[in-house]
């Protein structure tokens, strides 16, 4: 099984967004994150930053409908 990591962001801004996110992210949910490597973090802090933006993005896309 391969490694390789296939999430690639093109653009130089948009990598600087989701980071910005993801540290919004995880200071709602009360996760101590890093920039660059967070091996410390256990699974279930992980998937919480994770549930978090998706969360997130489903209420931005939901007011977009309105």
Do not use: C, W
């Not at 600087?16 to 994150?33: S, T």
């Amino acid at each position: 099984m391969s490694n390789k990591n296939n999430n690639q962001i093109n653009i130089p801004q948009a990598r600087e967004a989701m980071d910005r996110f993801k540290m919004q992210a995880a200071q709602e949910v009360g996760v101590n994150l890093t920039n660059g490597y967070n091996g410390h973090l256990t699974s279930r802090e992980a998937g919480s930053v994770g549930g978090q933006m998706v969360k997130k993005m489903i209420e931005a896309y939901e007011q977009g409908m309105q």
